[in-house]
RNA sequence: GGGCGCUUAGCUCAGUUGGUUUAGAGCAUCUGCCUUACAAGCAGGGGGUCGACAGUUCGAAUCUGCCAGUGCCCACCA
C-alpha cells in the first residue's frame, strides 16, 4: 500500500476532478420532476479578479448547491459577471488616459467599442478563478448583465415603470461625483469622518463699518453665496435684520434673510447660503426665491460664473482662497474641525451635490410588499438580525436616482421629439409611432428623435438578476422561470442590502408578484487577524488563488468555513488553511490505512469488530441528524465542525484503532466491508465543504463506472439513534483514557497487557472495546480492589489497576487525595440547594429528585475515595 | 443625534424555552512520545468568579434595569 505517500496532494487532483465533472455534464441543470433548488451568483465585476471575499461567498454557495443536489433535488447555480458601469467606465477612461486619448475626444459609439474590447479581454477571468475554487456552476448559462437578454429586460421594464408612472424626470439635487462626472444614488455616497477645518470669514455690512462673520467648512463656495441667513430669533444677531452684507473676495452684495432653521449654537449663527452647492441652502433658496449661481464644473473645477479661481480644482481653491482670505483680513479666525463628509463609494472623491436633470423612480409603493415579506417570514434573513437594517431603511426610502452621466451600461430609452417632449419606448421604431401619436404629427422619423444620452444605474439591471437569468421579463410564463423561480438562497454581503438585496425584492413582487428568494445568507466581510479591512496598501489581502496553490482548494474552503458563522466577520490567518489541509491530509491517512488492509474470508469478526461497528453506526447517524439541522438554520461552520470532529475523533483515533488489525494480519470481511461503507458515507457528507479530496477517494473505495461522481451521489437520511451505545462508548472511552494514564504516570509499556479491576457493578456493552483498547487480559468485577493498585473513578465507579509492589503509594494518595477534595465540594454545593427549603418547595420534583441522585452518588463516591485512602495508607507499611 | 447588535478560556466562537456534574468546542499553549495510516501525527495536562453593578427567582452565562467598552446602520447641522 505504500505506493501511496503519507502527504496528500491536492495539485494532483483538483484539476482532473473539475474537468471530470464539467465533462460529464453534472454542473448543469434541466427542469424536471424534482424538487429544484436554485441559486444565482451574485455576479462580479465583469472586469474584476477573484480575491478573498470572493472565496467566502462563493465557497459558501458552493456548499450549499452541492449538499442540496446530494439530497436529491435539481440543483441550479447560475454565473455570471456585472457591467459595473462606474467602475468599468473609470477603468476605460485610465486606460485611454494611458495612450493619450480622453474620452471627450471620442464618440461614444468609439468609447463603447473600447470598452468592449476590453470586457472581452479581461471579462471571465473570475470565472475562470472560480473553477479553481470548485465552483459547481452551470457555466452553459453563464449571463451577462449586458447582454442581449438581460438587456432587453432591462429597457422593458423601464418602460413599464415609465407607463405606470413610477418613473419621472425631474431637476433634483443630487449627489455628483467630480471624477467620474456622473450623478449617484443616494446609497452611493459613503459619509466619512473627515478632520477639516472651520473657518470663520468676515462679511461687511453695507452701510456700517462692522463685519457679520459666518462659520463655513467650505470656504470655496463663497462665489456662489446668494444670501445670509439668520435665525429671527437669535438676540444676538438682531442687528443684521434687514441688513446686506458684502461676499469677500467676491464684493457681491447679498440680503440677509431669516429662518428658523438657522442653528443659534452653531458658530456665530450666521449662515452662508449657497443653493447650487447644498442641499439645505437649495431648500432656503427655494423659500426665499434666491438667485443660484452654480460656480462649478461637472469635474469640481471652478466655472466662468464664478468669476475668481476660474480652472481650478474646488480642493485646491479652498486652500489657496484661505490664504487670500487672510491676506485681505478678511479672515477671523479658523479652527480644527471634524465633520461627516460624502464620498463617492467608488471613486473615492467628496461629492458635490449638485442641481440637475435626472430620472428617478418613485419608491414608496414599491418597498410596501418587499418590505412586508421580510418582516412576516416570507424571505428570512440569516443571521435575523438584518431584518432591522432592513426595515430601517424600506420605511423611509427617498425615490432611486436611476440616471448616470455614462456611456458603459445601458441607454435610456428616451426620445425626445424636436420640440422638448419625450416619449419612452422600447426601441427606435416604437419611439417613432409614440412619437407621431404624441405630436400629430406623422411626418416624424427616427431622425427627428434624439435619445437621451444618459445611461441607468448598474443596479436598475442587477435587481432584475433572479428573474432576467431566466428570461423572465421577456417571457414571464416560460417553462425555466416557472421552474426555477423563486430561487432558493441567496448568499451576499451585508454591504449591499440596499443596493441590491432590497431591491430585488422590490423587483421580485413587481414584476414576477413572487419573492425572488426564500433565504438570504449575509457572510461577513474577510479581515486580516488582527481585524483590519483587507486592502492593496497594508498588503494584507492574500490571493486566493495563491493560497489554494499552497494549501489545495479544500485547505482553503474548510479554513474559511471554519471562521465563519453567519454575518460574523472572519479574521482571515494562514493558521486556518492549515487547520483545513490537515485535515486532508488526516483524512488521506485514513484512507490509506483501510485500503491496505488485507480481508481474509476465513477470519471471523472479532467481538470488539462487531461492537464498534454497531456503536459507529450510531455515532454516524447522529452526527448525520446534527448536520442536517445545522444546514436547516444556515450554520455551516458548526455542520463542518460536527463532521470534522466525527471523522477525526470518532471515526480515526476511536473507531479504527478498535478494528484495525496487528500489522501484518488480514481483516475479516464484515468489519472491512462496514469500514468502507462508513467510509464512504463520511466522504458524502464531507463533499460539499471538500469536493475535490472526496471525489477523489470516493472514487478509490470501490470500482466506478465512467461519470460515476459522489457529487450525485446521495447524502443518507439520518437513521435512528442508539443513544445507549453513545452513552456506553463515552464511558468506555474514559476507561482506556484512564488505563493509558495509569501506563503513562507507572511507565508501563503500551503492549503489556494488564488486568482491570472494577469495584461493585459494571455492565458495559462495549467492554469487549475497553478490553482491546486498553489492551487488558481481563476486566474483573470485584467487591474489594487490590490495596496496592492505582486507581481512578468514572462517574461514581472505582476502577484500579493492581500494580504489586510497584505501586507509588504516596502519588497514588496524592491523587485519590484530589479526587476526594473535588468530590466534597461538589457535594456541598448539592447539599446548599437540597437544604434550601425553598428549592424543595418550589422546584419541579424531578429536578430535586435529580440533586437527590447526584447527592446520592456523590456520598456514594466519597465512601468509596475514603476506603481507598484508608487502604492504601494501611498498605503504606 | 437616532436605531440595532455584540462583550463567555490566549484567539475564534457554541451554550436552544433560566435547573442533566463546580460552563463547552476548535485552534493555540504546556508535557511525554519519530508506537509500521498519519510528527500536517499520537497520548495526556493546564487555562474562564460567563464586561461592571443592582434586581427578579428556590435557582441566572441565560430574564429586567442601569453603566462601561466595542461594532454596524441611518440622519441635511453649516
Known amino acids: 500500500m505504500n505506493e501511496l505517500a503519507s502527504v496528500y496532494d491536492p495539485k494532483a487532483v483538483e484539476d482532473k476532478w473539475y474537468k471530470y465533472w464539467e465533462e460529464h455534464g453534472l454542473f448543469s441543470s434541466k427542469p424536471d420532476g424534482r424538487e429544484p433548488y436554485t441559486v444565482v451568483i451574485p455576479p462580479p465585476n465583469v472586469t474584476g479578479v477573484l480575491h478573498m471575499g470572493h472565496m467566502l461567498n462563493e465557497t459558501i454557495q458552493d456548499i450549499l448547491v452541492r449538499r442540496a443536489r446530494m439530497e436529491g433535488k435539481n440543483a441550479l447555480w447560475v454565473p455570471g459577471t456585472d457591467h459595473a458601469s462606474i467602475a468599468t467606465e473609470a477603468k476605460v477612461v485610465k486606460r485611454l488616459a494611458e495612450r493619450g486619448i480622453h474620452k471627450t475626444d471620442l464618440t461614444r459609439e468609439e468609447f463603447l467599442k473600447h470598452a468592449w474590447d476590453w470586457t472581452h479581454e479581461y471579462g471571465g477571468i473570475i470565472l475562470k478563478q472560480l473553477r479553481k475554487v470548485g465552483a459547481s456552476c452551470d457555466w452553459s448559462r453563464t449571463a451577462f ?21 413610477l418613473i419621472y424626470r425631474g431637476v433634483r439635487m ?37 463685519y457679520a462673520v459666518v462659520a463655513t467648512t467650505r470656504p470655496e463656495t463663497i462665489m456662489g453665496d446668494t444670501a445670509m441667513c439668520i435665525n429671527p430669533n437669535d438676540p444676538k444677531n438682531q442687528h443684521l435684520r434687514g441688513k446686506h452684507v458684502i461676499v469677500p473676495l467676491v464684493g457681491r452684495e447679498i440680503p440677509v434673510i431669516e429662518d428658523e432653521y438657522v442653528d443659534i449654537e452653531f458658530g456665530t449663527g450666521c449662515l452662508k447660503v449657497t443653493p447650487c452647492h447644498d442641499v439645505n441652502d437649495y431648500m432656503l433658496g427655494q423659500k426665499h426665491n434666491l438667485e443660484s449661481i452654480n460656480i462649478f464644473n461637472d469635474d469640481g473645477t471652478l466655472s466662468e460664473a464664478a468669476g475668481l479661481y476660474v480652472g481650478m480644482d474646488r480642493m485646491d481653491v479652498r486652500v489657496q482662497i484661505e490664504k487670500d482670505l487672510i491676506a485681505a483680513g478678511l479672515m477671523e479666525k479658523v479652527e480644527d474641525y471634524t465633520n461627516k463628509v460624502g464620498m463617492s463609494e467608488r471613486t473615492k472623491v467628496p461629492i458635490e451635490p449638485k442641481l440637475s436633470a435626472q430620472w428617478f423612480l418613485k419608491m414608496t409603493d414599491l ?44 441607454r435610456i430609452p428616451a426620445y425626445y421629439l424636436p420640440d422638448g417632449k419625450v416619449v419612452v419606448a422600447e426601441d427606435i421604431d416604437a419611439a417613432v409611432v409614440k412619437a407621431r401619436e404624441l405630436s400629430g404629427n406623422n411626418a416624424l422619423t427616427a431622425a427627428d428623435l434624439r435619445q437621451d444620452e444618459d445611461c441607468l444605474d448598474t443596479w436598475f439591471s442587477s435587481w432584475l438578476w433572479p428573474i432576467s437569468l431566466f428570461d423572465g421579463i421577456n417571457h414571464p410564463e416560460g417553462e425555466e422561470l416557472s421552474y426555477y423561480y423563486p430561487t432558493s438562497d441567496l448568499v451576499t454581503g451585508p454591504d449591499i442590502i440596499f443596493f441590491w438585496v432590497a431591491r430585488m425584492i422590490i423587483a421580485g413582487y413587481e414584476f414576477m408578484g413572487k419573492k425572488p428568494f426564500s433565504n438570504v445568507y449575509f457572510t461577513g466581510i474577510v479581515r486580516d487577524k488582527l481585524g483590519r479591512k483587507m486592502s492593496k496598501q497594508l498588503g494584507n489581502s492574500p490571493d486566493p488563488l495563491e493560497l489554494i496553490e499552497h494549501y489545495g482548494a479544500d485547505g482553503v474552503r474548510m479554513g474559511l468555513m471554519l471562521a465563519a458563522p453567519a454575518g460574523n466577520d472572519i479574521l482571515y490567518d494562514d493558521a486556518l488553511c492549515e487547520q483545513g489541509r490537515n485535515f486532508n491530509n488526516k483524512i488521506w491517512n485514513s484512507f490509506r490505512l483501510v485500503k491496505g488492509w488485507e480481508v481474509s474470508d476465513s477470519i471471523e469478526q472479532p467481538e470488539h469488530s462487531r461492537l464498534a ?8 447517524n447522529k452526527a448525520l441528524a446534527e448536520v442536517k439541522d445545522l444546514f436547516a438554520k444556515f450554520r455551516l461552520n458548526d455542520a463542518l465542525m460536527t463532521i470534522y470532529r466525527l471523522f477525526w475523533e470518532d471515526f ?34 464531507l463533499h460539499p465543504f471538500m469536493p475535490f479530496i472526496t471525489e477523489e477517494l470516493w472514487q478509490h473505495i470501490a470500482e466506478r463506472a465512467d461519470g460515476e461522481s459522489i457529487m450525485v451521489a446521495r447524502i443518507p437520511e439520518p437513521a435512528a439513534v442508539d443513544e445507549r451505545l453513545i452513552a456506553a462508548m463515552a464511558v468506555a472511552k474514559d476507561v482506556v ?13 503500551p503492549r503489556e497487557a494488564l ?3 472494577v469495584v461493585g457493578e459494571f455492565d458495559n ?52 487525595e484530589a479526587d476526594l477534595k473535588y468530590a466534597r465540594g461538589f457535594l456541598a454545593t448539592v447539599e446548599k440547594k437540597l437544604g434550601n427549603e425553598r428549592f424543595v418547595a418550589n422546584a419541579p420534583e424531578a429536578v430535586v429528585a435529580l440533586e437527590r441522585k447526584k447527592q446520592a452518588d456523590a456520598l456514594s463516591k466519597i465512601a468509596t475515595l475514603e476506603q481507598a485512602i484508608a487502604a492504601l495508607k494501611g498498605a503504606r507499611f
Not at 418582516?375 to 443571521?383: N, R, S, T, V
Not at 483514557?737 to 509499556?749: H, L, M, P, S, Y
Request: aromatic share 10%; proline share 3%.
Open 652 to 685: 480515526s483515533a476511536w473507531y479504527l484503532e478498535v478494528v484495525k488489525p496487528a500489522y501484518g494480519t488480514p481483516i475479516d470481511r464484515a468489519t472491512r466491508d462496514a469500514t468502507i461503507g462508513f467510509f464512504d458515507t463520511l466522504l458524502r457528507l
Open 613 to 620: 461497528v454497531a456503536w459507529f453506526t450510531a455515532a454516524l
Open 145 to 165: 448583465t449586458m447582454d442581449d437578454i438581460r438587456s432587453r429586460s432591462v429597457i422593458k421594464v423601464f418602460v413599464d415603470l415609465y407607463n405606470k408612472g
Open 174 to 210: 443630487v449627489n455628483w461625483d467630480p471624477a467620474a462626472r456622473t450623478a449617484l444614488s443616494d446609497e452611493e455616497v459613503i459619509y466619512t469622518e473627515q478632520h477639516g477645518k472651520l473657518y470663520y470669514l468676515r462679511y461687511k455690512i453695507v452701510g456700517e463699518d462692522r
Open 755 to 757: 488486568r482491570l479491576q
Open 737 to 749: 483514557a484512564g488505563v493509558r494514564n495509569v501506563r503513562k504516570t507507572k511507565n508501563i509499556a
Open 367 to 410: 418597498v410596501k410588499p418587499a418590505l412586508q415579506a421580510v418582516l412576516d417570514g416570507e424571505i428570512q434573513f440569516h443571521p435575523a438580525k438584518f431584518v432591522n437594517t432592513y426595515r430601517h431603511w424600506m420605511t423611509d426610502t427617498k425615490d432611486w436616482c436611476i440616471s448616470r452621466q455614462l456611456w458603459w451600461g445601458h
Open 765 to 816: 456493552p462495549l467492554s469487549a472495546i475497553i478490553t482491546k483498547l486498553a489492551v487488558l487480559d481481563a476486566i474483573d468485577i470485584v467487591e474489594t480492589k487490590d490495596a496496592t493498585a492505582a486507581s481512578f473513578m468514572i462517574g461514581t465507579t472505582e476502577f484500579a489497576v493492581p500494580l504489586g509492589d510497584s505501586i507509588d503509594v504516596e502519588a497514588e494518595l496524592a491523587k485519590l
